[in-house]
């Protein structure tokens, strides 16, 4: 090891909980997937901070690799204090103090610092007597005041907050720092300039460089004195004497290239400005003396120049000699700069791809873009859901108005004791097989029953929060200096999902009244839809009864009439279709793997938002025809009731026609009502799953915050740095409370996400 080369320690840590994290990927991707990530995770810190490392190239590989896993880390998991809590406890290199803080960036910046210190020891070990060897210390020297500088861009970039502020990480101790470690490599190529026996006036620039850089850092300690107490004692008078030896050993190479020009005056004076400088270096830092105990062989040295020197001046040349404050600054050459360690490169290239063991994790940067595509689209999903509702009711209603089909139905001929038309008989039948009025009832309880619970479990939720916020407040207004984040700040996040689910719940209680009053409305003749056939009997006059010729014109429009509404009907069924398209959620994971690959957000989401539009630009087209084929069943509509009248109706064939037609929209209604509810409570099932989860996630916050608590109100040990072969302590974290899976959306169950001035969604006959 070079004499006097300053090198510093690696920081130390404690292990790491990261059941916060692994909960968070397990609620919003695999168990598995959550296991993989904590298994890499845990093994590669503790290949980089528990274990014992060397000097080896082995281990600082093992810095490169975790500090690769921490930017994609960063990137995939929003480590927080009021999001995923997983907490990094660090202790200063120096001074041993703990810090702590819910962020990546304090273990990023702690890792890149290890990083650092891993190449100053691993410089100090190299051999300087070799060529070989001094080219290997000046690289590592290079890399770790390169690796310095990443620092502390990183912690401009990505700050640590104030409360976990650690001295070693400031940016006047990495500037400090930086300078040392250039210094170091800068001397490195000065004596391998002198082994090499360039020409003194190179190997003096190269020195004065040398001696540039440990100015820097003297001056760094001098203009912060918070410096000097977090420093080793030894550093600043180690620091002096080192640029006062550096300087000298500048002055003795210019002196040897003025004797090369035959300037014997500027030699002499040269050589005794270096002695001057080295006597008030050694007595002004003589504590410094055994750890630079190459500056008395280099005082030795020069002494004997210097007397060489006056001789032959005094004897020979008699050269007039300027005083010291007449000499000219030295020039100063350097041959170093920071570099940042290729290896370190060549690992962060690594993040996103197949070498990334966490590329598995959507970055949340990336959630976010997609969060803001998924509004747009559910946004423009709902528009065309709504308008295809709105379609579909004006076409009921139309043909309600004009009692189709009851009208046309009650013109079939089956015979003496046939009461139904056929197609409506079939209906009742499939209606009676279903369970009928009782399976409607069964399905209002069902659903009654998921809304109530999902109710209480947001009431359930609320009531938590609010207690612990309000312990937390009366502690806070006790102890003012109470040394916690506040409840309302750590629950913002909550609060927010919570009202989320709040909101779901009222919208969907809204869609339930309309079902409801629906039902109540047509009650009477959904429970006719059971009914027997004497019960129908005295309901429905005899098919025979009710019979009425109709001429051939008539017989032509009733033909016509019937093939419209054959055609409305398909347009329906078109719409159907293009509900099925709007409900397709394909395109999202499509968007997220272009986003993976292109950093053009905008223009992903218009190519996929493309597909949207022509869908939308389908119903607008069926809107068209549709209003088009309304109006030409209107107007066979009232050539028919005038066809109707010419032939005269019976007070039996009005009865029978507006049984069948009550019967018909029951039918309607029945299915309507069906639908509807089923969606309910399959949309009151999914909510349930995700307040469970959400109550889980809660009921964990509001406990840990009860221990955290209980933990703050006891009287805290002494911090002390962990032992290598002790089991550090274990904090305690509170879990996550980011948002889980996300809520039900519009394309999922259309009708609980229509505005509730909406009706139901129409039967389509």
């Not at 550096?246 to 004797?259: F, L, V």
């Not at 030295?330 to 290729?342: D, H, I, M, N, Q």
């Not at 290239?349 to 959630?367: C, H, M, N, Y």
């Not at 084929?629 to 039996?652: D, K, M, P, V, Y």
Request: aromatic share 6%; proline share 5%.
């Amino acid at each position: 090891m070079s004499d006097g080369a300053i090198k510093f320690d690696r920081k130390k840590t404690e292990k790491v909980d990261f059941s916060a994290a692994i909960s968070y990927i397990r609620s919003n991707y695999t168990a598995e997937l959550a296991d993989d990530c904590a298994l890499a995770f845990q093994q590669l810190r503790q290949e980089a901070c528990e274990s014992i490392l060397d000097t080896s190239s082995a281990s600082l590989q093992a810095l490169y690799r975790y500090h690769a896993a921490l930017d994609s880390l960063s990137r995939r998991i929003p480590v927080e204090e009021n999001n995923v809590r997983v907490l990094f406890i660090w202790y200063e290199c120096f001074k041993q103090k703990r810090s702590t803080a819910y962020s990546w960036s304090l273990e990023r910046a702690s890792l890149l610092f290890n990083c650092a210190a891993q190449l100053s020891q691993m410089a100090a070990v190299q051999p300087r007597a070799t060529a070989d060897g001094l080219k290997a210390a000046g690289g590592f020297y290079q890399q770790a005041a390169g690796v310095l500088d990443m620092l502390r861009e990183l912690l401009e970039r990505q700050p640590v907050a104030a409360s976990a502020a650690s001295a070693d990480l400031s940016a006047e101790c990495l500037s400090l720092l930086g300078h040392v470690m250039l210094a170091q490599a800068q001397q490195c190529y000065v004596i391998k300039a002198a082994n090499d026996s360039l020409k003194p006036a190179i190997v003096a620039k190269l020195a004065a460089q040398h001696a540039a850089f440990w100015q820097l850092a003297t001056n760094s300690l001098h203009q912060h004195q918070s410096l000097a107490s977090l420093l080793p004692k030894t550093w600043p008078a180690q620091l002096g004497l080192l640029e006062a030896c550096a300087r000298a050993d500048a002055c003795k190479w210019q002196a040897a290239a003025h004797e090369a020009a035959d300037e014997y005056g500027l030699q002499v004076a040269r050589l005794h400005q270096a002695l001057q400088l080295l006597a008030d270096a050694r007595k002004r830092h003589a504590a410094a003396a055994a750890d630079v105990s190459h500056c008395a062989a280099l005082h030795t040295e020069i002494q004997q120049l210097a007397a060489r020197a006056d001789k032959d001046n005094d004897t020979i040349y008699h050269a007039p000699v300027p005083a010291e404050s007449r000499l000219p600054a030295l020039e100063a050459k350097s041959l170093v700069k920071p570099t940042v360690p290729p290896e370190l490169v060549a690992a962060a290239a690594d993040v996103g791809s197949e070498r990334d063991r966490f590329r598995a994790i959507v970055p949340f940067a990336l959630k976010e873009r997609l969060s803001r595509y998924e509004q747009r689209r559910n946004a423009l999903v709902q528009q065309q859901l709504s308008a295809i509702q709105e379609h579909n009711g004006i076409a009921i209603a139309t043909l309600q108005s004009l009692n189709l089909p009851g009208c046309l139905d009650a013109l079939e001929h089956r015979g003496a004791d046939e009461l139904l038309p056929a197609a409506l008989g079939q209906e009742m039948e499939q209606i009676a097989a279903e369970g009928g009025h009782a399976r409607l009832e069964e399905l209002l309880d069902t659903r009654g029953k998921l809304a109530a619970e999902d109710a209480a479990l947001v009431g359930r939720v609320r009531a938590a929060l609010d207690q612990e916020e309000r312990e937390d407040a009366a502690l806070r207004s006790q102890n003012p200096l109470w040394p916690r984040t506040p409840s309302h700040t750590l629950t913002a996040q909550l609060r927010q999902e919570l009202a989320q689910f709040a909101e779901k719940i009222e919208h969907a209680r809204k869609s339930d009244d309309l079902v409801f009053s629906k039902y109540k409305q047509h009650e009477a003749w959904l429970v006719r839809l059971s009914a027997t056939r004497s019960q129908l009997q005295q309901l429905l006059p005899a098919t025979a009864a009710c019979a009425q010729q109709l001429d051939g014109p008539a017989q032509q429009i009733v033909s016509e009439l019937r093939s419209a509404l054959g055609r409305l009907d398909s347009l329906i069924a078109s719409r159907d279709v293009l509900r099925l398209q709007l409900a397709d959620q394909s395109d999202i994971d499509e968007v997220s793997r272009a986003l993976l690959s292109d950093d053009s957000g905008d223009d992903v989401f218009e190519r996929a938002l493309e597909r949207l539009h022509a869908v939308a630009a389908q119903v607008a087209e069926l809107a068209a025809q549709q209003r088009v084929l309304l109006e030409h069943i209107a107007q066979l509509h009232a050539q028919f009731t005038q066809a109707r009248r010419a032939a005269g109706a019976s007070a039996a064939q009005v009865q029978r026609e507006a049984v069948l037609t009550s019967l018909a929209t029951a039918c309607r209604v029945f299915t309507e009502l069906k639908a509807n509810l089923g969606e309910g409570i399959k949309f009151y099932s999914h909510l349930q799953e995700l307040l469970n989860m959400f109550v889980a996630k809660c009921t964990d916050f509001v406990t840990a915050r009860s221990v955290e608590k209980t933990e703050l109100q006891q009287p805290a040990p002494p911090a002390l740095p962990p032992a290598q072969n002790q089991q550090p302590w274990s904090p305690m974290v509170v879990p996550v409370y980011s948002g889980g899976p996300g809520f039900p959306t519009a394309a999922q169950y259309p009708y609980y996400s229509q505005p509730y001035a909406y009706p139901p969604p129409p039967y389509r006959q």
